[in-house]
């Protein structure tokens, strides 16, 4: 099986940064995307930003401009970098993975458990 363990969450105040990590363990032959989704408060779960195999990025509108995310492949992990953040960033923040396992050869999406990030002065 494949295990997904997030880091970084917090409190944190306006216009201050953040950076989460998530790294992924177990029978992985190769990953293909990983990505970042989060939760907030009495709301549907919303993607945040996600990264390819290679370099291709995608980010939701209202993060455009203000997260990164990115990855090391050496290492399994996947980063989400956010500068500027804002009360309305407040959410369980949760990663994804593409998981290409080892025996049997089969393709899975595994989540993490999800970390809080709460923006408040």
């Known amino acids: 099986q494949v295990q997904l363990m997030e880091s970084g969450g917090g409190l944190v105040q306006p216009g201050g940064s953040l950076r989460l990590s998530c790294a992924a363990s177990?029978?992985?032959?190769?990953?293909?995307?990983m990505g970042w989704y989060r939760q907030p408060p009495g709301k549907e779960r919303e993607l945040v930003a996600a990264?390819?195999?290679?370099?291709?990025?995608n980010y939701a509108d209202s993060v455009k401009g203000r997260f990164t995310i990115s990855r090391d492949n050496a290492k399994n992990t996947v980063y989400l970098q956010g500068n500027n953040l804002k009360p309305e960033d407040t959410a369980v923040y949760l990663c994804n993975a593409e998981v290409v396992q080892w025996f049997p050869r089969v393709v899975n999406v595994y989540w993490g458990q999800g970390t809080q990030v709460t923006v408040s002065s």
């Open positions: 990264i390819s195999s290679g370099v291709d990025t």
């Open positions: 177990g029978q992985i032959f190769s990953i293909n995307s």
